[in-house]
């Protein structure tokens, strides 16, 4: 087996006298599809606000491909490969999709200022570059017929995967998705399973761990699941280890298993 591409260890985030997340543990392989799961409040969210570095940890670690990156920013973790989506969409009305795609490199764009002024040789280049593959992530998630038109304009299901789109054009290492599938009928559910499955096939080594409500993505899409509760971690395994687990029973049902 591959070395992890992402581990937390002992990931503590307390807010006033409320502990959010409890000594969280984890860790993900290229290639592999993992899931965070828990009622609501359990602290899923921000497990991924603090390996995304929005918040900063009181303890813990962090290592991506065995770097530590427990004190590093938003920008320095995005560019390292960490891309994510978060529970209520941020596209830009003011922006058609593709360039709500393409604004996700802005940052990598390696022309001169002198070249950015006038409009010259490099700058042109890396534009078309951008342009290719944010139209390539379109392509992948069938939006492309959506490329011109405003996302305010579009059905939610769709501005959802316009936002995957955009976490998946800077190239990650590791994808998170936080609940991908929040408002959609069963069909576009089913839907989203299908494009996450063409993700994983078109990028191999990318590693994608996702936080969701709906079990049946959960269930069908990842090997292996972390169960929080109220910030602590009470189970991890597979689906069919996390189904049988009575403490799993216990924190969505409120009883065990007879």
């Not at 320095?76 to 393409?102: E, M």
Request: glycine share 6%; with cysteine; net charge negative.
């Amino acid at each position: 087996m591959p070395d992890p591409v992402l581990r937390t260890i002992g990931l503590t985030k307390r807010f006033g006298g409320l502990v959010a997340v409890d000594h969280f543990s984890m860790e993900i392989f290229p290639g592999s599809i993992r899931g965070i799961i828990g009622p609501n409040g359990a602290g899923k969210t921000t497990v991924f606000n603090l390996i995304s570095r929005i918040y900063t940890q009181d303890e813990g670690e962090i290592y991506l491909d065995d770097v530590d990156i427990s004190n590093a920013d938003q920008i320095q973790v995005s560019k390292l490969g960490i891309a994510r989506t978060f529970q209520n969409t941020r596209l830009f009305t003011g922006l058609n999709v593709l360039d709500n795609v393409k604004v996700a490199l802005d940052s990598s764009a390696e022309y001169s200022m002198f070249s950015a002024m006038f409009g010259f040789g490099k700058r042109q280049r890396e534009e078309k570059l951008i342009e290719k593959r944010a139209l390539d992530c379109l392509e992948l998630l069938n939006l492309s017929v959506y490329a011109r038109q405003r996302p305010s304009n579009l059905a939610y299901g769709i501005q959802r995967r316009v936002e995957i789109a955009r976490a998946l054009v800077s190239n990650p290492k590791v994808l998170m998705l936080d609940e991908p599938a929040a408002g959609l009928n069963p069909e576009e559910v089913n839907q989203l399973m299908q494009y996450i499955q063409d993700i994983r096939v078109k990028y191999p080594e990318l590693a994608i761990l996702v936080i969701e409500h709906r079990m049946e993505l959960v269930m069908n899409l990842c090997e292996y699941i972390y169960v929080q509760d109220f910030g602590e971690s009470i189970a991890q395994g597979s689906p069919e280890e996390i189904q049988k687990s009575p403490e799993v029973l216990m924190a969505y049902l409120g009883e065990e298993e007879n």
